[in-house]
């Protein structure tokens, strides 16, 4: 895909393109949001590094693409863990970048460098569904002293430009390299907890070379600005002056990570050589059976089943369906599959609604019909949907799908006015720690019953039984 990749000139964001360019995407542009000129160079931002910007004009010259920057006219106003389009949020000035270099560019995705932060994520994730681009965050969930061992090995120099942690010293440490910093960085997490790739803002860090890079960047004279002179925990940064790019060392620049230093690369290849051996097993229990013996089967009713109230309020209702009698195409089945759980007999007699339930299981009697089936399903589910388990299964002749659920209905308190509350991981990035959200489901979701007691978490899956 054409990639536009989202740079704030840190490790992370330089770090993330050349693992899209391991995975074969293409670079075309760069991005980046940057501070009024008349505000402070560390602007009060939830979403976007601004400290350093001053030198991001040049990683057009060192990468040799078009560089796109906008002005963050708006602040913070949606800051909840979710974001819907809210004007004058600073999360409209990335669309509204976003939205030009796509029409300029033709870009397909976005490269963000998103580690462990689920306000960016959501946030890039929404301008982008918007968009109609595809969020590459290849970083996302790493193993942090794995991935910072990986930055520095895979020839990215990148310098610490603000620090803002117990134990890290404006001084000392502000210009220093990853590679000076890796050991210290591990001592400060094994003693107070300090993330090692910084992801609770405890340090920032500028790159001034990558393989990435045709000409490295070079940093002629900077100053130090206390932002806070904290007796325990002083916050300060760079703020650089005059700087320029310089050509390489022929043969150094230009040069992709190579894919085989992905973390998941072999077990993707073991996993590859596994299916690949399944498919050349003989079926021993000699294939599906033809309709003829499935309509012989014992065929269950149209009566969906209700389970017992559990104390914690989970409840399963299972065996929804359709016949092909009465619905003769797998989308009417479909919809009346929801009518019956929304009906008065089911969800209206225990006074629950479509966004108590939490996960589904779908079975399909051919995977064929699973986009006919998906298309009216995901119109009963939308914002923060269930988990779903889709399996293609034997399933009676009359019937193409059913379904079961299971509900928690959120009345349970287990302190004075504290009612459960639901997580959903909604993850849409093209990323090495999970498949993408491609659906009307999320990866999982977790009922938060009361402080220190979660509920076993519901995960997203699909299954060819065959």
């Known amino acids: ?4 990749a989202l740079i704030s000139g840190g490790k992370d964001s330089c770090y993330n393109m050349l693992q899209c360019v391991s995975a074969g995407h293409s670079v075309v542009a760069l991005a980046n949001l940057r501070p009024h000129t008349h505000v402070p160079d560390e602007l009060d931002s939830y979403m976007y590094q601004t400290v350093g910007h001053q030198a991001v004009d040049l990683y057009a010259e060192a ?77 996302w969930r790493r193993d942090q002293a794995e991935l910072l061992r990986e930055i520095i090995s895979s ?45 609770g803002g405890e340090y920032e860090t500028f790159t001034v070379d990558c393989p990435l890079f045709k000409k490295k960047i070079v ?30 060392r022929e043969g150094s620049g230009g040069r992709p990570l190579p894919l085989s230093r992905c973390p998941c690369q072999n077990t993707i290849d073991r996993m590859t050589e596994e299916l690949e051996y399944a498919d050349k097993t003989p079926d021993v229990q000699g294939g599906c059976p033809s309709n003829a013996e499935r309509s012989c089967q014992s065929e269950p009713g149209c009566v969906p089943s209700h389970s017992s109230r559990s ?11 359709a016949l092909q009698s009465e619905h003769p195409d797998v989308q009417s089945q479909t919809r009346h599959v929801f009518t019956l759980l929304q009906s008065r007999k089911i969800l209206q007699e225990k006074g629950l609604l479509m966004k108590h339930v939490l996960l589904v299981h779908l079975y399909v009697s051919d995977m064929e019909n699973f986009s006919q089936i998906n298309s009216v ?50 993850v849409q990035s ?14 999982a979701v977790q009922v938060l019953l009361c402080v220190g007691l979660t509920a076993a978490p519901a995960i997203a899956l699909y299954i060819v039984i065959s």
């Not at 895909?1 to 536009?4: A, C, F, G, S």
């Not at 963050?72 to 389009?85: A, D, K, M, W």
């Not at 976005?110 to 994730?125: C, F, H, K, M, N």
């Not at 093209?430 to 990866?443: E, F, K, V």
């Open 377 to 426: 399903y995901c119109t009963y589910f939308t914002h923060n949907p269930p988990a779903r388990v889709c399996v293609q299964a034997w399933l009676p002749v009359s019937q193409q799908l059913r379904m079961d659920v299971l509900l928690h209905d959120g009345t349970v308190a287990c302190e004075e006015d504290a009612f459960p509350q639901r997580d959903t991981l909604h």
């Open 155 to 199: 020839d990215l120099h990148a310098v610490v430009i603000k620090v803002a942690a117990y134990g890290l010293d404006p001084e000392r440490h502000l210009g220093k390299s990853l590679a000076e910093m890796e050991a210290y960085l591990h001592e400060l997490s094994e003693k107070y907890g300090v993330h090692i790739c910084g992801e």
């Open 63 to 139: 990468m040799d693409l078009p560089l796109y920057r906008r002005t963050i006219e708006g602040s913070s106003l949606h800051t909840g863990r979710e974001y819907s389009q809210t004007a004058g949020d600073e999360v409209e000035d990335l669309y509204q970048l976003l939205k030009l270099v796509k029409e300029k560019e033709g870009v397909e995705a976005v490269s963000v460098g998103a580690i462990l932060s689920d306000y960016q994520r959501v946030r890039v994730e929404n301008v982008c569904a918007r968009l109609q681009l595809q969020p590459l965050a290849y970083l």
């Open 219 to 248: 940093i002629d004279s900077m100053e130090t600005v206390i932002h806070s002179a904290d007796a325990f925990a002083p916050v300060g940064y760079l703020r650089f002056t005059r700087m320029h790019t310089e050509d390489k």
């Open 311 to 321: 104390s914690s309020g989970f409840q399963w209702i299972s065996g929804l369906t």
């Open 1 to 4: 895909m054409r990639v536009v």
């Open 430 to 443: 093209l990323s090495h720690w999970a498949p993408a959200n491609i659906g009307p489901y999320s990866q």
